[in-house]
């Protein structure tokens, strides 16, 4: 089982609509989540942390379930601009006691008009 | 200017090449990463470094060496490419100072084809 699992989609929606993505990881001892946006063919970028309470910005809620090891992202009135690759990243624990970031393989959102 | 920066950003090469691709940062961070992203598979570690003296393995380690000139530099080698090692290669930072989010600042990328 890969350590970070993503439905790759495409997700296709209309403008306005909400959606919402799922992502599990498979180490319970990760310690932070994070949701990354990535336009084709250019680099991904942050777009939100991952809070055990949950947080919002804006339209982008993200949730963290660490019972069920998942962590979600809506998205609400989708806007045309929001069509990209959304990648789930975990960190990971190293021998070394450091952390380092396990990207999933991303879900694509495509919203059209 | 960017803050992380990616030298060559597209490079065409032949099998048994050897081929450098270089990463700087202003950002004076103290990590840096190196990944490969394929078609429909993610973004994989190569390798990391957490300062100038520790480096580590990643994930598809094989086929890669590194080298953290200084902290505000790092190079990825392939010492001799092979067509598999085509793809899209990006440098990251991190601060160990921002423990909260350890969040990753990319470079633009280098697109490599080995024929």
């Known amino acids: 089982r890969k350590e970070v699992e993503q439905d790759p989609g495409p997700f296709n929606v209309p403008e306005g609509a909400t959606v919402a993505f799922n992502c599990t990881y498979s180490?319970?001892?990760?310690?932070?989540f994070f949701w990354y946006r990535q336009d084709c063919r250019k680099e991904p970028k942050l777009l939100m942390s991952?809070?055990?309470s949950g947080n919002e910005d804006g339209r982008f809620t993200a949730q963290l379930n660490r019972a069920s090891q998942y962590i979600s992202l809506l998205i609400r009135d989708s806007k045309l601009s929001d069509s990209a690759t959304y990648l789930c990243?975990?960190?990971?624990?190293?021998?070394?006691?450091?952390?380092?970031?396990?990207f999933g393989r991303g879900t694509s959102l495509i919203v059209h008009p | 200017d960017a803050d992380v920066t990616q030298t060559p950003r597209n490079r065409i090469t032949k099998t048994g090449k050897r081929i450098m691709l270089e990463c700087s940062q202003t950002?004076?961070?103290?990590?840096m990463y190196w990944y490969r992203q394929d078609p429909g598979l993610g973004l994989q570690l190569i390798y990391y470094?957490?300062?100038?003296?520790?480096?580590n393995k990643g994930e598809i380690s094989d086929g890669y060496s590194v080298s953290r000139q200084a902290q505000a530099k790092f190079s990825l080698s392939l010492e001799s490419a092979i067509p598999n090692q085509t793809a899209l290669y990006f440098c990251?930072?991190?601060?160990?100072?921002?423990?909260?989010?350890?969040?990753?600042?990319f470079g633009p990328g280098t697109r490599l084809t080995v024929l």
């Open positions: 990251a930072t991190s601060d160990t100072r921002d423990s909260s989010t350890d969040t990753q600042y």
């Open positions: 180490n319970s001892a990760s310690q932070s």
């Open positions: 991952v809070y055990s």
């Open positions: 990243v975990v960190t990971r624990a190293t021998s070394g006691g450091s952390y380092i970031p396990t």
């Open positions: 950002k004076g961070h103290d990590r």
């Open positions: 470094s957490f300062d100038v003296k520790d480096i």
